[in-house]
């Protein structure tokens, strides 16, 4: 490899390999030293919706593929990070972080507590993630507002009942898949009166917010 680079030897660990790989890339590939966290953004998202697209039509080595993919982006992420002049940190320190919060997250595999359903375990998550999260003001805090509308949506909309908020709702679909042809035709609907479907629910949510926000300062 050009200036003094060497491809990972056969034999040690994947993920070691893979994430020396990157840094070799990183630091002997001009067009990726030139590359920053927010340069990265649109292929990470790429090639997120690409492994959804592994999963729900594509085939094992599909998947396979396509979660690699993903691993680079987040090693490419570390790469970055790991020449940052004022706080920097690799993929090890993320693997670390990584490590510690699911060994909090989960006492009843790691630390002694019982949890025999999955009701039981997500009250173990919850606890532990709030106690992770006390500097935060609102149970909004931390959703990423980039989510498309329908996921930020139903992430709203369930921080919304922890607080007291309902959103209404109506007799509806029966299926998910009944669920997927609703939501098609109010689609349909909006493109025929020339609406935006995507920024009508992203209006809807601000107002959402708001009476979170509210019943947050009321209690």
């Not at 630390?111 to 003001?137: F, P, Q, Y």
């Not at 601000?206 to 509210?214: D, K, N, Q, W």
């Amino acid at each position: 490899m050009p200036d003094g680079g060497e491809a990972p030897k056969a034999g040690v660990d994947p993920l070691r390999a893979a994430a020396d790989t990157m840094r070799m890339v990183r630091e002997h590939c001009v067009w990726s030293q030139r590359i920053t966290h927010r340069d990265l953004v649109p292929y990470l998202i790429e090639e997120s919706h690409e492994v959804i697209e592994a999963v729900e039509v594509g085939t094992r080595a599909d998947l396979r593929e396509e979660l690699g993919d993903l691993l680079w982006q987040v090693l490419f992420h570390a790469a970055i990070a790991a020449q940052d002049p004022d706080d920097p940190f690799d993929i090890d320190d993320v693997a670390e972080t990584l490590t510690e919060k699911m060994v909090r997250r989960h006492p009843h595999v790691f630390d002694g507590e019982v949890a025999t359903t999955s009701e039981e375990v997500l009250v173990h998550w919850n606890a532990a993630k709030a106690a992770e999260k006390r500097t935060r003001d609102s149970v909004l805090d931390g959703i990423p507002r980039g989510m498309p509308a329908l996921a930020l949506a139903q992430k709203i909309a369930g921080r919304a009942e922890g607080v007291g908020v309902v959103v209404p709702s109506a007799d509806g679909p029966a299926s998910e898949a009944e669920l997927g042809d609703a939501l098609l035709a109010l689609v349909a609907t909006a493109r025929a009166r020339g609406w935006d479907a995507e920024r009508a629910l992203r209006e809807r949510l601000h107002g959402l917010e708001g009476a979170v926000r509210a019943a947050e300062d009321a209690g």
